[in-house]
């Protein structure tokens, strides 16, 4: 007779029902299921804080979708390695599934994991639910890894095509009376003070979202997304960073959603997917890619550390108004444009030259969408230190930046209301406006707007200076 004993679904960055294959594959075997999520002491590193809200609506959005099918979901708290073999013990279970996880240090905890579960006889059975393409499965020629996006991104195009999207489980078997713990207890949100509000009036988490914002973008915004995913003043990109960071929706429902909807609006759109593959890809083969510069050589890079100019930088008040108005609409609402991450963090590393490091954890800590990945990746791009990377000498200036993307002001007004009654021609250079402008719009530079913290001309100068010197050395 074959076996009826429970079978444990690990969740973790997969809180999904539709395309998840370890959640379908146990809904097939036709047994009880016991999902679980861990609040892992041992996580290599712990989230974000504007990432704990999200994942504390996250999973009460996903309870409630397995309640609708009779299934509750546990929480529990420990170290995997003891908790998934208790639990087993606990219900009899003889199966532990889950989705993979890529980057090294999770990944060797899961091997670690899943070594315990078999040496106490427990089936173990992992699968591919986070990436279109497993690391690995791209290579050169020559059987390496790719360090540059472009033929990286060509030869997973020339690939089959991504496994169609799986079905949500119509019914699930659970078991009750077992006893976990209330997300609430977690304490993933803030308290006081609640500076979650701004964040919580923007994103709602959960899989009905993700799938809902899908919908809406292919039909809205696909077609116009090459024209309008650089322009901050508009919303022309599809906001699935977050629900993609916590898997509640797959790249693959992705793909094939953009697909349907034919070759030309797609290809931009799912070129931007390819970067987030491409940054996992190189995670999976660099265990240090958040901390460390893969140009070697950028260790020696001479990085200031200037206590006030960072405390201005993460305010929103460096005197840059697009960089500033990015730094505020992150801090609000946990999130922001890709162009003025590209331009905020250049502004930081080449203007400031504080350390890209810094800003990267700066990011893990506000981003609703932190992944480990995507930002070491964004931060060693725009810092020149990336194997695919701007080049040293390509400095966005703040200026030219703002009057390109937000030719009008509009994303500046919206963030720096104290500069909504500049005009056009100075909204992104309040300083060269005259008295008499400034007073008339109500801006009092150096009081309610300050002056810019560095002039960008010299601080060019001295950062183009500092990677020449280390060129000098070989990076560049
Ligand atoms: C300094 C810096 C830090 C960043 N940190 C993160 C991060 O922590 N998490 C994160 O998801 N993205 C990060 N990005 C990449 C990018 O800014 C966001 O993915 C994007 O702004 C999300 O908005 P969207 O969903 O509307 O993207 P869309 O333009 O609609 O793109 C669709 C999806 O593709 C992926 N994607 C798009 N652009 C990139 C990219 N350049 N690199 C990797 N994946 C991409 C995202 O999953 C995104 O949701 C960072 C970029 C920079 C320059």
Redesign the pocket.
């Known amino acids: 007779m074959a076996s009826l004993s429970p079978i444990i679904v690990w969740f973790r960055r997969d809180l999904r029902l539709a395309d998840n294959p370890a959640l379908f594959e146990a809904a097939q075997s036709g047994r009880p299921v016991v999902p679980v999520y861990l609040w892992e002491d041992d996580a290599p590193r712990p989230l974000g804080s504007a990432a704990r809200w999200w994942l504390h609506h996250s999973l009460k959005a996903l309870s409630r979708q397995l309640a609708a099918l009779g299934v509750p979901l546990l929480l529990r708290q420990g170290r995997a390695i003891e908790e998934l073999p208790r639990l087993a013990a606990e219900i009899g279970a003889d199966t532990v599934l889950w989705n993979r996880r890529t980057a090294p240090r999770e990944a060797a905890l899961d091997t670690a994991v899943t070594r315990a579960l078999v040496a106490l006889g427990l089936r173990v059975e992992s699968f591919n639910a986070g990436l279109l393409f497993e690391p690995g499965a791209v290579r050169t020629r020559s059987g390496q890894p790719f360090q540059v996006f472009t033929p990286f991104w060509r030869a997973c195009l020339a690939l089959p095509e991504p496994a169609r999207p799986l079905p949500a489980p119509a019914a699930l078997t659970g078991m009750t009376g077992l006893s976990g713990d209330a997300v609430d207890e977690w304490r993933l949100l803030p308290a006081t003070p609640d500076w979650a509000k701004g964040i919580g009036a923007v994103w709602t988490p959960g899989e009905d979202a993700a799938r809902a914002r899908l919908c809406d973008f292919i039909e809205e915004g696909l077609t116009r997304y090459t024209l309008r995913?650089d322009h901050p003043d508009q919303d022309g990109?599809?906001?699935?960073?977050g629900h993609?960071?916590f898997g509640e929706i797959g790249p693959r429902q992705v793909w094939h959603a953009a697909r349907r909807a034919g070759a030309e609006p797609a290809d931009g759109?799912l070129r931007?997917?390819g970067?987030?593959e491409f940054?996992h890809h190189t995670l999976a083969f660099s265990p240090d890619f958040a901390e460390q510069p893969q140009r070697r050589e950028f260790r020696d890079f001479p990085w200031t550390e200037d206590a006030g100019q960072w405390a201005a930088f993460i305010a929103g008040r460096t005197g840059y108004p697009i960089v500033d108005a990015g730094m505020r609409a992150l801090w609000d609402t946990g999130w922001m444009?890709?162009r003025v991450?590209?331009i905020a963090?250049s502004f930081l590393v080449k203007d400031l030259l504080i350390p890209w490091q810094r800003?990267e954890e700066w990011?893990w800590d506000t981003?609703i969408?932190?992944?480990s990945a995507?930002?070491a990746?964004?931060?060693q791009?725009?810092a020149g230190c990336g194997l695919d990377s701007a080049p040293y000498f390509r400095i966005f200036n703040p200026v030219v930046q703002g009057e390109k993307f937000d030719p009008r002001g509009r994303y500046v007004r919206r963030w720096l209301p104290e500069l909504a009654g500049l005009s056009d021609q100075f909204i992104h250079r309040p300083w060269e406006a005259s008295p008499e402008q400034l007073r008339a719009a109500g801006v009092s530079l150096g009081r309610s707007y300050p002056h810019p913290i560095i002039d960008h001309g010299s601080a060019r100068r001295r950062a183009l200076q500092a990677y020449s010197a280390l060129r000098g050395t070989g990076a560049a």
């Open positions: 995913r990109t599809s906001r699935l960073s993609l960071a759109f931007e997917l970067w987030r940054s444009h890709n991450r590209m963090a800003g990011f981003l969408d932190a992944d995507a930002n990746a964004g931060w791009w725009v």
